[in-house]
């Protein structure tokens, strides 16, 4: 099975050094740039869009995008951006194009199923709708790879700075460069949809249950106060934030089922035979919403998470009882980033701003979409500035 960057599953297989990379690159807070915050702020202050109306899934998608690109490239956009500090054009076709990509990574697919036929037919048009949105993500990335890599060679550069400097050093294995042109697609691909639809989500959650944003604005002022930021080090103690997030990864993950696997031999899992050659589908929804394993299981109860007040909550789940970040050699590589960056945008946007719904859209609609988990419509909410005006960065 390929994925749809073209690399097949077995060479990912034998890059195992993209684990160590990525734990190595969560290393550095340097990344955690204040965007949402200055973004959110300025379009506060402008007024431009009714007074504060945020879209939160615009906003968290660009917030994971931005960390992205000052993860792998050591900037935060590709072009200018827009004029109060948000996404641009470039910025905005790119994230279009990698959420079309994915969307096409849980489509049924035949050609998943009989291999031979690739190349010779396309029945749903998904490889021309594939093949049009990685042009677009590679219109913007390869160039800035090749460059580098030209530099690299010069001698031009003598510091490793960015996952990207890491990837064109990297020895046993070498990395050739159209490996890790299509690396960087895969990471961004992976990268965005979990965080920036858990943080959705739960924004929508506390909107129609105030008790919960209460009591996670509560946390934020008892750890973090008032006259800085969130940063890094606070978030082990933002348990009931920690807690939400689980939440809603429990109840509203991205997609129903994880990505597609195939099993490389005979296995027996829980007392089922799976041979060799089987496509696995591990449902997401199946375990998080379970009601062996969760009592009520489609009510949202953060409190759940927080077993014992000493313990502290960790977003991953080794037992599977959800599938957060799976678990084992094809588990997510980015467990400590990705919980990092999903608790810092949350705690970010609910220590900065006292968040209302629009009054015509009282009380807010929590639907999935007809097509997948996300919410049916994106998340609208008015934002008010709520701490000192020095703790904001200045535009
Ligand atoms: C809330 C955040 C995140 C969640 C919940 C999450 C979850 C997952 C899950 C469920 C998988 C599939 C595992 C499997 O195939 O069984 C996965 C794979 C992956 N994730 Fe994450 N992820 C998150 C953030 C990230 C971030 C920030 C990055 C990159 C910096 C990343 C990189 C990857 C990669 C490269 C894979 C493919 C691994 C492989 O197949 O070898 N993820 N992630």
Redesign the pocket.
Known sequence: ME?PTGIP?NL??S?PS??LI?AA??LTSSWFTPTPIRYISSVIERGDTGGGLINIRSVSRHF?FN??RN?IFGRRLFGEGSEHGGPGEEETEHADAIFNILKYVYAFCITDYHPWLRGKTDFDGHEKHVRSALKIARKYQDPLIDERCQMWKNGDIKEKLD?LDVLITHENPKITIAEIKA?II??????????SN?VEWTMGEMMNDPTLLKRAVEELDHVVGSNRLVQERDLPQLNYIKAC?KES?RLH??EAL??P?VSTMNTIVGGYFIPKGSHVL?S?IGLGRNPDVWEDPLRFNPDRHLEGEDKQVV?TDDELKI?????????????V???S??TMMLARMLQGYTWEVPCNDQPIKLVEKHDGLSLAKPLVLIAKPRLPQHVYPIN
């Open positions: 994925t599953r990912k297989g890059l993209l684990h990525i690159s969560s994971c960390l992205m993860m996952l690396q895969e990471i961004k691909i992976a990268a965005v949809d979990n965080p858990a997030i990864f993950p991205y994880n990505v696997h591990l997401r977003l599938l957060s970040f799976s678990t084992g050699k094809r588990g997510c590589p980015a467990g980033l990705g919980s960056m999903t």
